[in-house]
């Protein structure tokens, strides 16, 4: 009888498990695409249960003691993963899909359903946002992929593929000490965080998740493009101004924080496992309703400029990450609690999802997009992926029918900010 295995809990783990013991969100990410016919339905159901081998905690359960924290292998079956409907309503059972939720103390962590309406088919992935984020799951799609294509090719296929290590240490382990040093010294201040979270009219309704999202033509998002670049600015820096500008609106705050995750994989010197190597930048900003666009896009980009090769942001997940592997867990719990809190109000940017790499063979991958979790309210969040040069942006919150109009007219009057 082989030996159960147990992996370690990391750091970033534990800050996502208590992120929704604090009811902020329900740490689970959400993907969605729509292929043009269907999967061969073997060769897929041998793809899904092959990504045990990049990441075997996907088939495991989540333990916690006052002593620590790790995952541990379970035994499940493809039926416990993977699901199948047929409809002839498929935005309904998508949106259904998209919203369910998974059992992180009792595993797996993912769940995949397939959809099918006639010839086409809609795939939905839900994945527990512990073991990471916007850009591990990514690369955890692009080897559903290629593993797909593997067994359709040769349904006897051997996956030889492993697993990387998940541990920050491969963020923080090829820096000098002089820069460890500066790590640990140069902080991002945080006490301006609490009195300016602008106050939105959100009342939440936990049994109500939703998922809202607008998509923006590939045309339209090329003349963002232009539009940006002709001002030395970047397509993210547009989307926090459309963002921040949209928000002012919106309330009568004078002052706003917003965070805005930062991908680690930067500082990588090697490939790494799929896990969360994501930091958080502060940006604050003064109000905008007297300025125009491009003097917004402007502030803005000065504000991502001086922080782009700052290490501030990296300076409270290398402290957690050091008390996390020296102190005992109780003790790491109650340094998590005090080190790390964001503004209620975030924007992500997941980035580009590679069309090339998100390749089915003769099923094309019409569309897709990538969200976070379903915040609870007051906590408010939009997130942009782009494919094929479309992008969408997206709000996620456990939201009251109120809510919902909200939120709509949120993602309809930031694309109106748009500079078209």
């Not at 905690?57 to 039926?79: D, N, Y």
């Not at 670049?229 to 989307?239: C, M, S």
């Not at 090697?270 to 007297?290: E, S, V």
Request: charged fraction near 25%; aromatic fraction near 10%; charge should be negative.
């Amino acid at each position: 009888m082989s030996k159960i295995q147990i992996f370690p809990a990391e750091s970033s783990d534990i800050k996502h498990y208590i992120s929704a013991q604090n009811h902020k969100n329900d740490h689970h990410l959400h993907f969605y695409m729509h292929l043009s016919r269907p999967l061969d339905w073997v060769a897929f159901k041998k793809a899904v249960l092959s990504l045990e081998k990049v990441l075997p905690q996907l088939f495991s359960h989540f333990k916690e003691t006052t002593s620590g924290a790790w995952w541990q292998e379970s035994v499940f079956a493809a039926a416990d993963v993977l699901f199948y409907e047929e409809t002839e309503d498929p935005d309904a059972a998508v949106q259904r899909a998209l919203v369910r939720k998974l059992s992180t103390e009792n595993g797996p962590q993912f769940r995949v359903t397939v959809i099918r309406h006639q010839d086409a088919e809609h795939v939905v992935f839900i994945l527990n946002h512990m073991l990471a984020d916007g850009g591990g799951m990514k690369e955890l799609l692009y080897h559903l992929a290629e593993n797909y294509r593997r067994f359709l090719a040769d349904p006897e296929a051997v996956i030889e593929e492993t697993a990387g290590s998940r541990s920050l240490k491969e963020v923080f382990g090829h820096f000098q000490l002089l820069d460890k040093w500066k790590i640990m010294t140069d902080t991002q201040e945080n006490e301006a965080t609490a009195q300016n979270n602008p106050v939105l009219p959100l009342e939440g309704d936990d049994l109500r998740p939703v998922i809202l999202t607008r998509t923006i033509s590939a045309d339209t998002f090329g003349v963002l493009k232009a539009y940006a670049k002709q001002r030395g600015a970047t397509i993210n820096d547009l989307l926090f101004a459309a963002f921040i500008r949209t928000l002012f609106r919106k309330t009568d705050a004078e002052l706003i924080d917003i965070d805005c995750p930062l991908d680690l994989r930067k500082y990588l010197n090697k490939p790494a496992g799929i896990a969360n190597f994501t930091a958080n930048l502060l940006c604050t900003m003064p109000d905008q309703q007297n300025a125009t666009f491009e003097e917004t896009l402007h502030t803005v980009h000065q504000q991502f400029a001086e922080q782009k090769d700052s290490l501030k942001p990296l300076h409270i997940y290398y402290l957690l990450d050091m008390i996390h592997h020296v102190f005992p867990y109780p003790s790491f719990k109650k340094w998590m609690a005090k080190l790390y809190d964001i503004p209620t109000t975030s924007l992500t940017n997941i980035g580009i999802i590679d069309h090339e790499r998100l390749d089915f063979g003769d099923s094309e991958v019409l569309t897709c997009l990538m969200n976070g979790s379903l915040k609870y309210a007051p906590y408010f969040q939009v997130a942009a992926t782009t494919f094929k040069n479309q992008l969408t942006l997206s709000t996620n919150l456990h939201a009251t029918a109120n809510d919902q109009k909200w939120l709509e007219a949120f993602l309809t009057d930031m694309i109106d900010e748009f500079p078209l």
